[in-house]
């Protein structure tokens, strides 16, 4: 019987794309999967016996905390898996603003800065 146990990570981005591990076992059993967050489809993308992976969708209720469901075959998983949308992260500089040229080819390290909110649980 396939078990839910654990789900990484616990947030991302409100307009989604995050890539979400969710652990247990028996999880290659049966065929069709199905992943959701809230109302929300998270992208099935791949599994093995102790994991699946999928990508998440933008979160048409906003931040906040939503419910996972996953279905193996129809049949529903139980476990109270959390996951908590947050903020998109800001890129607020790129540094350097010169690139040095090597080689005769031009050659510019990158360096994002970003301001990922923290969240705080009450």
């Known amino acids: 019987v396939p078990r839910l146990i654990h789900l990484k990570p616990r947030r991302g981005p409100v307009s989604g794309g995050t890539v979400v591990n969710i652990t247990g076992s028996n999880l290659d059993a049966g065929s069709n999967v199905s992943i959701v967050f809230k109302d929300q489809p998270c992208t099935f993308l791949r599994r093995g016996g102790q994991w699946i992976t999928c990508r998440t969708h933008a979160s048409l209720n906003g931040y906040g905390n939503v ?6 075959d129809k049949a529903d998983l139980q476990r109270d898996l ?3 949308y947050v903020e998109d992260p800001t890129i607020t500089r790129i540094e350097p603003e010169w690139s040095i040229f090597r080689s005769g080819k031009p050659w510019s390290p990158l360096f994002f800065h970003l301001v990922v909110p923290h969240v705080l649980s009450g």
Not at 67 to 72: F, G, I, L, N, P
């Open 82 to 84: 959390r996951f908590e």
């Open 67 to 72: 419910s996972v469901s996953v279905s193996v």
